[in-house]
């Protein structure tokens, strides 16, 4: 897919890469280099593949499910406390859905505090 452009995958998928160092890919900057690669394929006129850059980079953000976690803690800072409810709940559930229900209780410990 990037054989054109080699220089604008790997810096995306070694983000998502995890080693015994490193546990969990890192969808937050993998999502910002697909967004950039799919910039740059917009700009060369090669639009399938920044259409799947962008569907990539939608993957990435999808993935990062404690994205609406920190989004509902900041609603609850706010004191917005419905809608932090509702997107921390959405977190947990997604973490359920993941496998990691220790991850989902200790979303919902945290916004208890």
Known sequence: MY?????????????????????????DSAASEYAKAAVAFK????????????????EAYENNKSAFEQAGMMLKEMQKL?????LIEKASMMFLENGTPD????ALERAGK
């Open 82 to 86: 419905p809608e932090a409810v509702h």
């Open 3 to 27: 054989d054109d452009h080699p220089s604008l995958d790997p810096a995306s998928s070694l983000t998502l890469k995890t080693s015994f160092l490193k546990w969990k890919p890192d969808y």
């Open 43 to 58: 700009n060369a006129k090669q639009y399938d593949q920044a259409k799947d850059a962008f569907l990539k980079e939608a």
């Open 103 to 106: 991850t989902a209780a200790m």
